[in-house]
T-cell receptor, first 112, second 112 residues
Framework: QQQVKQSPQSLIVQKGGISIINCAYENTAFDYFPWYQQFPGKGPALLIAIRPDVSEKKEGRFTISFNKSAKQFSLHIMDSQPGDSATYFCAAADNAGNMLTFGGGTRLMVKP | EPEVTQTPSHQVTQMGQEVILRCVPISNHLYFYWYRQILGQKVEFLVSFYNNEISEKSEIFDDQFSVERPDGSNFTLKIRSTKLEDSAMYFC??????????FGPGTRLLVL
């Protein structure tokens, strides 16, 4: 019940295209959903986060869409750039804001 | 911009030896975490620490593991008797009252 399932495992997108990564969760106690970006040899860095009281949040080229009834959320990267090439992790936490449960990660490659 | 720092960046040890991984969280943060990431796999929660005590721990965090905040700035993870399967990247994270956890660059531990 604590799992967060993420897909796809890897994604190749042309420069300027839209990258879409999906996550699904089971635990209805989760109420905080961040996305982290990780470059090789670095720690995960927070990209954008959402709470379930909104269905969408946009920050620049990054948008989270959230579907509470389906227990799914997704990251959209508009106008994808080669510098976006990294591993992306979705995560979830419960109301205590304590431990993060991570998805399996998506390795994104944006081709020039 | 303040950041979480970790030392050492790499650690090689023999099976059965004790290792101590060190972290300096962001100075005004109150909540501290350790996560690990086995090569190619997802980030997994180990333990959280608040007000000088463990607030939550995963099943990975068995009796071989311990955490300590020996002074006002450091946060350490000790593995008493390392096993081959402890080889992983270990990330420290910290947060203030809001949910955002900031991750350090990690310590890559290799147990031979």
């Amino acid at each position: 019940q604590q799992q967060v399932k993420q897909s796809p495992q890897s994604l190749i997108v042309q420069k300027g295209g839209i990258s879409i990564i999906n996550c699904a969760y089971e635990n209805t106690a989760f109420d905080y959903f961040p996305w982290y970006q990780q470059f090789p040899g670095k720690g995960p860095a927070l990209l954008i986060a959402i709470r379930p009281d909104v269905s969408e949040k946009k920050e620049g080229r990054f948008t989270i869409s959230f579907n509470k009834s389906a227990k799914q959320f997704s990251l959209h990267i508009m106008d994808s750039q080669p510098g976006d090439s990294a591993t992306y992790f979705c995560a979830a936490a419960d109301n205590a804001g304590n431990m993060l449960t991570f998805g399996g990660g998506t390795r994104l490659m944006v081709k020039p | 911009e303040p950041e979480v720092t970790q030392t050492p960046s790499h650690q090689v040890t023999q099976m059965g030896q004790e290792v101590i991984l060190r972290c300096v969280p962001i100075s005004n943060h109150l909540y501290f975490y350790w996560y690990r990431q086995i090569l190619g796999q997802k980030v997994e929660f180990l333990v959280s620490f608040y007000n000088n005590e463990i607030s939550e721990k995963s099943e990975i965090f068995d009796d071989q593991f311990s955490v300590e905040r020996p002074d006002g700035s450091n946060f350490t993870l000790k593995i008493r008797s390392t096993k081959l399967e402890d080889s992983a990247m270990y990330f420290c994270a910290s947060r203030a009252k809001q949910e955002t956890q900031y991750f350090g660059p990690g310590t890559r531990l290799l147990v031979l």
